[in-house]
């Protein structure tokens, strides 16, 4: 049996995708700023994706713009409202759980100049509202906060936060990264306060390389890709038209049945935590004392902490049984350094390099959660005595 349990990496393409892509490619392959039919056509499956993904989120079309994906969205934003805004102030807030397209940028804004405030956050992963409060000042441009943890699932307060945020200043704006959040939860800038959203498709069983970012229509950014001056002159490049629309195919058959995929979603993780727990010395991350399924939390990730077992030891023994999970964050995995996510909740040394990462999708059955299980049954008891030799 294959289960693929890696879905917070990339996720696999819903036929109806890979079918409308392959006719986009091999048929209607025109390019949407050609004068001529087949540009026509184009530009049709570039509206077409602009009001189903508006229609999603209630926003307007002219306020959706695409890109290559989560991380030139999190760059477009961020640069972006940093260079346009800088004479109001050099201030920029984010937190310590951020994914490195949002952390590396703001990094790279702090050497030019900026001041960025990283707000902590408890012991499951989440700011606290005071501590975003305390931070904001009238220099303060842009707050930019994660709307799902990647790593451990954890869902911040973002309604919230976009309410504090626009009272203590509304010329702040708001930049959630909804990269792990969109498709999992039903999210609308307008009634959240938020003024920029980062998504990728490929998260969504869509196409990798293509995404978007929802911005605010009297949002002020500056470009940072120049070009032909496509998408209102802020994203220049000919447009993705196949990626496009295979995001916006796969945004809305998830949606399609929302609640019940998300409530199956929620059945599997509560049967994988209960199931897990089974398994001595198991330390599942980012939940409160409280919320022992996990209900607060993403309903597709779940992050385990296996004392006693190295996590790349774990992930090749399961591969070896057809089971594919992460050993922490895909756009980190190969670099050496600890999560900076699981030591800014405060695990354990001990723990932080036997710590998994299991995430599902529509896709994903409830026998092949039993599977795993029994494999992991099966496989922690030897992998812990064989790393005590």
């Known amino acids: 049996m294959e289960v693929y349990l890696d879905n917070s990496a990339t996720t696999r393409a819903f036929p109806e995708v890979a079918e409308l892509m392959t006719k986009l490619m091999c048929e209607d392959y025109g390019n949407s700023s050609s004068l001529h039919m087949k540009g026509v056509q184009a530009e049709q499956y570039l509206r077409y994706a602009k009001e189903t993904l508006a229609r999603i989120l209630k926003v307007s079309e002219k306020e959706i713009f695409f890109t290559s994906g989560g991380t030139e969205s999190d760059n477009m934003a961020i640069i972006g409202c940093a260079l346009a805004n800088s004479r109001r102030g050099n201030h920029l807030i984010t937190t310590r759980v951020e994914h490195p397209a949002v952390m590396q940028t703001m990094r790279y804004l702090e050497d030019r100049g900026f001041r960025v405030t990283y707000l902590p956050v408890d012991d499951c992963g989440r700011i606290l509202l005071e501590d975003l409060h305390r931070a904001m000042t009238p220099e303060t441009i842009l707050v930019s906060i994660m709307h799902t943890n990647n790593e451990i699932g954890t869902l911040q307060p973002i309604a919230e936060a976009g309410a504090l945020i626009k009272k203590v200043n509304s010329n702040t704006l708001f930049h959630v990264d909804a990269v792990q959040g969109f498709g999992k939860a039903r999210i609308y800038p307008k009634k959240m306060n938020i003024d920029l959203l980062s998504v990728s498709g490929h998260k969504i069983h869509g196409p990798k390389g293509v995404g978007f970012l929802y911005l605010g229509e009297k949002v002020k950014i500056q470009p940072i890709i120049f070009g032909g001056g496509q998408q209102q002159n802020l994203r220049s490049g000919t447009e993705n038209v196949p990626g496009v629309a295979g995001m916006a195919k796969a945004a809305e058959i998830l949606y399609r049945n929302f ?112 599977y795993t299980l029994q494999t992991l049954y099966d496989k922690i008891p030897m992998l812990r005595k064989y790393s005590r030799r």
Do not use: W
């Not at 996990?294 to 591969?319: D, K, Y």
């Not at 922490?328 to 390099?353: F, M, N, R, Y």
């Open 259 to 370: 609640d019940e995929d998300i409530a199956r979603l929620q059945q599997c993780k509560k049967h994988f935590m209960e199931g897990v727990r089974k398994i001595e010395n198991v330390t599942i991350n980012g939940l409160m004392s409280e919320d022992l399924n996990g209900e607060g939390t993403a309903p597709h990730i779940v992050s385990v902490s296996f004392a006693g077992v190295r996590s790349e030891v774990l992930l090749h023994a399961l591969e070896e049984k057809g089971i594919y999970i992460s050993a922490g964050s895909a756009c980190s995995s190969h670099k050496p350094q600890p999560s900076a996510t699981l030591g800014a909740i405060g695990v354990d040394k001990s723990l932080l390099e036997s710590t998994v990462r299991f995430s599902f999708s529509v896709f994903t059955t409830m026998e092949e959660i039993d």
